[in-house]
């Protein structure tokens, strides 16, 4: 339960999915003169180094980040928060998702992060220092439930676990739609992997059913290595911004040019 470690998958396409359409969404929300709240179930350490050996060993980042940067105009708001961390942290840093949205948002905002692996969650707390965040070690589903709806009430919800615990593709629908009954305003992001045994297209198929509001987006990719399972990246989102479909079928058209 607490073996996963992002390390070793940072900056892979799946990151390059989930993370640029999240940059997309705060970026769009942040156009309103209006303060929001972030939330994270699984936060991770936010700030990774694709010069790792971890990072190298798998190649992950290699086949991602490393090679698809060039998708992504100067201005985009992905290529905005990737560059400011490496300005910061050298060049081959990798921002996850805690110090994406940290340097998107304002200070004005709410950002509540949690992580409940012990060393991940210390250096999520060391790598947050610079930013206004609160950092709780715990489960990050119960941590979600105990402070939603949050203050502001406007704002985005991320949950991205590893789904190591393989009971997550049968309990994750009813956390999502407890959720939204309890914050119905607030924008829900789950993120999921699509492996070759295909174990996501059940829960996926309860969500449709549980929010038949929701989006889901899926996009395709070859295997970083051979007999690699993850040959794609999943979101399924919850009062969904307005032009989201649009920039996520952009992005997937990208996707598309490496099958």
């Avoid at 990737?82 to 942290?89: G, I, S, T």
């Avoid at 950002?111 to 206004?132: D, G, I, K, R, V």
């Avoid at 999921?192 to 996009?219: C, D, F, N, R």
Wanted: net charge negative; aromatic share 10%; hydrophobic share 45%.
């Amino acid at each position: 339960m607490l073996s996963y470690q992002h390390l070793y998958h940072a900056g892979n396409l799946a990151d390059v999915h989930k993370h640029a359409m999240l940059a997309w969404m705060l970026a769009y929300l942040t156009r309103k003169d209006k303060p929001l709240s972030y939330l994270e179930t699984h936060a991770g350490r936010a700030l990774y180094d694709l010069g790792a050996d971890e990072a190298i060993k798998t190649g992950e980042a290699a086949q991602g980040i490393e090679k698809v940067a060039g998708w992504f105009a100067e201005d985009h708001p992905y290529a905005q928060a990737l560059a400011k961390v490496r300005a910061a942290h050298g060049a081959r840093a990798y921002p996850g998702s805690p110090l994406l949205a940290a340097e998107l948002l304002r200070f004005e905002d709410s950002l509540t992060l949690a992580e409940l692996h012990p060393q991940e969650c210390a250096a999520l707390t060391t790598a947050m220092a610079p930013y206004p965040a609160t950092v709780v070690q715990r489960d990050g589903f119960a941590e979600a439930l105990s402070r939603t709806p949050p203050d502001p009430r406007r704002g985005l919800l991320l949950c991205d676990p590893s789904f190591e615990v393989k009971t997550d593709y049968q309990t994750i629908p009813d956390f999502l739609a407890k959720l939204h009954r309890r914050w119905n305003v607030g924008i829900l992001v789950l993120w999921y992997p699509v492996l070759t045994s295909a174990p996501h297209k059940p829960m996926v198929q309860a969500l449709q059913a549980a929010i038949p509001t929701g989006l889901t987006h899926e996009v395709g990719f070859p295997p970083a290595r051979e007999g690699h399972g993850m040959i794609g990246s999943g979101l399924f989102v919850v009062n969904a911004p307005y032009g989201f479909a649009e920039e996520a079928a952009a992005l997937g058209q990208k996707f598309a040019q490496l099958r």
